[in-house]
């Protein structure tokens, strides 16, 4: 029977300096050529220091402002290309025995339904989303003795192991509280991919105030030192996140950045992902906060992160509304959810646009839109939507994960494979508007493709329309 060993690393390091990062919020200021000094060097995919982020967190004014977003939307145009990456998240349980005090799964919480999955519900929980035509999960559990390892391992396993037609999940992501080596080994044989673990946030004092002492989420270092741990068990795809609300957004943006290069500096692998969650109405919380985070706010806070790092992708949840997830996306997002719901067997059990229940619930939504209407949305906006899966499968992940780093490797690899995982789905799953949008699409993007790459991806295009699939580069 697994018991989980609570020691830290035993070169685990604060590497997270608060005073100096709070010198730096208070310092900020407007520095106009610096600003465009630090943007040339983001634009040549430079990953920017900690005091670069700071030069572009220090303006303020909507003329140098919009210099950024616009620079965000360059890199995203030139550089990543127009790919958004599709993926769903799926509550497996949500007992919890942490309290940490913004969380609808709070263990305070006595009017909160909990509930874990069966094996039979997960089951029909994973076919309802490959219905919808996803390929792409993570997986959500609170932090109770009940989701150990092993379980995690387990539901993993089964998801995969849950095909209904033509739909399967090819990538399994895991959000869910730290573990130690041991137990990162355990999951990581099951086959994950990214591991996302959310530092809420940097700022000591602040995550003392949120997250109780007495609960195992109340020990910062537990958790600021548990990717060191996975990697050692040989993680090497991980997922950094900031709830962002609790404090100073530029204080945490800051200390990400710090955490980021941390990672990069200390094992060669930077963060998979970054994940930058606004905080949402939860069951008995009072959403009047001090750090509250503006629109105006979050379009920097995202705009800033795609600058500072180059090489990792940004994801942006459908907590947010849809207008802003419009306008967002063009700063260099690289993966959204749709078709969310967050209540445990919620996928089988409701329709789109329904009613959330908070009392089931961890937060209120802000899209509540589905799979198909958002992806019909996307490619009006000229997106090609992605359910690829190939890097992860084909072991190029860690430091082989060279999607941004390698030039020219988007347009060999991400975009055909963009391609194909969007003509499954239009052939499988897609309403007659959206397919017709998204052939539109395909054979755009077929064409400006060089010559011997179109011929073998309208080769391919051919054999997925005869039936064929998960063909990929
Ligand atoms: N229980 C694990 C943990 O806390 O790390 C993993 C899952 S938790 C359900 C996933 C994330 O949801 C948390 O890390 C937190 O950032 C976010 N979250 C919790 N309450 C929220 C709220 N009211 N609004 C928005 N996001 C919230
Ligand atoms: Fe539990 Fe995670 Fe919610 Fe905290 S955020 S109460 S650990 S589910």
């Given at each position: 029977m697994y018991k989980m060993n609570t020691a830290l690393s035993a070169d685990a390091v604060d590497f997270i300096d608060d005073a100096k990062l709070e010198a730096m919020v208070a310092g900020l200021k407007e520095d106009p050529e610096a600003v465009r000094k630090v943007i040339a060097k983001s634009l040549r995919k430079e990953a920017l220091s900690v005091e670069e982020t700071a030069v572009l967190l220090g303006a303020e004014s909507p003329e140098l402002v919009e210099e950024i977003f616009e620079a965000a939307r360059t890199l995203k145009r030139d550089v990543y290309g127009n790919r958004i990456v599709f993926f769903a998240p799926l509550y497996v349980g949500n007992y919890c025995t942490n309290n940490c005090k913004y969380c609808g799964f709070r263990s305070s919480l006595h009017t909160a339904v909990r509930h874990t999955l069966s094996d039979e519900e997960l089951v029909r929980e994973v076919e309802a989303?490959?219905?919808?035509?996803?390929?792409?999960?993570?997986?959500?559990?609170?932090?109770?003795?009940?989701?150990?390892?092993?379980?995690?391992?387990?539901?993993?396993?089964?998801?995969?192991?849950?095909?209904?037609?033509?739909?399967?999940?090819?990538?399994?992501?895991?959000?869910?509280?730290?573990?130690?080596?041991?137990?990162?080994?355990?999951?990581?044989?099951?086959?994950?991919?990214?591991?996302?673990?959310?530092?809420?946030?940097?700022?000591?004092?602040?995550?003392?105030?949120?997250?109780?002492?007495?609960?195992?989420?109340?020990?910062?270092?537990?958790?600021?030192?548990?990717?060191?741990?996975?990697?050692?068990?040989?993680?090497?795809?991980?997922?950094?996140?900031?709830?962002?609300?609790?404090?100073?957004?530029?204080?945490?943006?800051?200390?990400?950045?710090?955490?980021?290069?941390?990672?990069?500096?200390?094992?060669?692998?930077?963060?998979?992902?970054?994940?930058?969650?606004?905080?949402?109405?939860?069951?008995?919380?009072?959403?009047?906060?001090?750090?509250?985070?503006?629109?105006?706010?979050y379009k920097r806070l995202v705009a800033i992160l795609r600058l500072a790092v180059p090489y990792t992708g940004l994801i942006m949840t459908a907590r947010e509304p849809a207008e802003l997830r419009r306008e967002v996306l063009a700063f260099g997002v690289s993966q959204i959810d749709a078709g969310t719901k967050l209540e445990i067997g919620g996928y089988q059990e409701k329709r789109d646009g329904d009613e959330q229940t908070l009392n089931r619930e961890q937060f209120k939504v802000g899209d509540t839109r589905g799979l198909d209407e958002v992806i019909g949305e996307i490619l009006e906006g000229g997106y090609i939507p992605s359910f690829c899966t190939s890097c992860y499968r084909l072991g190029r992940t860690g430091e082989h994960f060279m999607e941004y780093a390698i030039p020219g490797f988007i347009g060999k690899f991400c975009t055909p494979n963009a391609i194909m995982t969007l003509a499954e789905y239009l052939e499988d799953y897609a309403s007659p508007e959206t397919k017709a949008k998204g052939e539109a699409l395909i054979a755009a993007e077929v064409n400006k493709l060089d010559g011997k790459l179109r011929e073998e991806v309208l080769k391919r295009l051919e054999q997925v329309r005869s039936g064929k699939r998960d063909l990929y580069f």
């Open positions: 989303l490959e219905d919808l035509g996803h390929k792409r999960l993570i997986l959500v559990y609170g932090e109770s003795p009940k989701y150990d390892p092993e379980f995690i391992a387990h539901t993993v396993r089964k998801t995969y192991a849950t095909k209904k037609g033509n739909g399967e999940i090819r990538r399994v992501n895991i959000n869910a509280a730290p573990l130690d080596e041991e137990g990162f080994r355990i999951i990581k044989e099951a086959g994950i991919g990214t591991y996302q673990i959310f530092q809420e946030t940097y700022h000591k004092k602040t995550y003392a105030e949120w997250h109780p002492a007495n609960t195992m989420k109340g020990n910062y270092m537990w958790r600021l030192n548990a990717f060191d741990r996975a990697f050692r068990a040989g993680i090497d795809d991980m997922g950094l996140g900031v709830l962002f609300g609790l404090y100073d957004w530029r204080f945490d943006v800051l200390a990400m950045v710090t955490h980021a290069l941390y990672l990069q500096n200390k094992f060669g692998v930077g963060p998979h992902t970054l994940s930058f969650p606004r905080i949402k109405a939860a069951e008995g919380l009072d959403l009047n906060l001090k750090y509250q985070v503006s629109d105006e706010e």
